[in-house]
């Protein structure tokens, strides 16, 4: 009898745990980064940080939500929003024409430009016209290997993660890589091989993905967002990401 009690309400307990941790699941959202794109998201030991990672935990603040990060793949993020696996991209995403017909945008929260990183002995290379017949490693699915796949004569060599790509480089197995500003300056300070050569390619607004149905979470981000540029936050997080030496 003692026995059966326990067995019914372990029963009762196991089913009650899987019912809250259910429950929680359904109103926790879920973010999708791609945590190699400093310092925007990178890790720090088994912690992701960045300044879109404290950007969105302020938004996660203002609207009352329960959030929780997913790492993968930059070329992935897109189709996991899609298939709901996901339900929120912040990940240096460039907010481009093509991907506007697949997802809603949040307002920009930072601008930013392409950039082009070459080896220090490399003398040919300064500028988007240069890339003529060059080998040039891109990161998949990137803004840069958008913009280098529609240059003619140009080699481009498509690598899964920016780590990738830089090595390439300095072993001169590509002459060069397109990339974001902000990494391309990071890679450019922590290797004394490399040169960082500024474009002028068109601005790029990077602002945070969300699925086209998803208006009310949309106008709730948005709102958010203005709150975080209006009180200070942002201009504490710049400050703590991009002007104290990082
Ligand atoms: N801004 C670029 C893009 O949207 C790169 C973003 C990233 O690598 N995280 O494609």
Do not use: W
């Amino acid at each position: 009898m003692f026995k059966k009690i326990i067995i019914i309400t372990s029963i009762l307990l196991i089913s009650l745990i899987a019912f809250m941790s259910c429950s929680k699941k359904e109103n926790k959202l879920y973010v999708g980064t791609n945590a190699e794109f400093v310092p925007f998201e990178y890790r720090e030991g088994d912690q992701i940080v960045g300044f879109d990672v404290d950007l969105i935990n302020e938004v996660a603040k203002i609207i009352k939500q329960d959030i929780e990060f997913v790492d993968m793949a930059f070329d992935g993020l897109l189709p996991a929003l899609q298939s709901k696996k996901i339900d929120i991209i912040i990940a240096g995403m460039t907010a481009t024409e093509e991907r506007k017909k697949f997802v809603n945008f949040s307002e920009p929260y930072y601008n930013s430009q392409q950039s082009i990183l070459v080896h220090k002995d490399n003398n040919d290379i300064i500028g988007f016209d240069n890339l003529e017949g060059k080998n040039v490693g891109v990161v998949l699915g990137y803004t840069g290997d958008l913009i280098v796949s529609e240059m003619s004569n140009v080699n481009a060599q498509k690598y899964g993660a920016t780590s990738e790509a830089v090595i390439a480089l300095k072993s001169k197995k590509v002459d060069a890589v397109v990339l974001d500003y902000e990494p391309a300056k990071q890679y450019f300070n922590q290797n004394d091989d490399l040169k960082l050569i500024l474009t002028d390619s068109v601005n790029e607004e990077y602002a945070i993905a969300m699925r086209k149905e998803d208006t009310e979470l949309l106008k709730k981000v948005n709102d958010a967002l203005n709150t975080i540029k209006e009180n200070g936050t942002y201009d504490m997080l710049i400050e703590k990401y991009f002007n104290a030496g990082l």
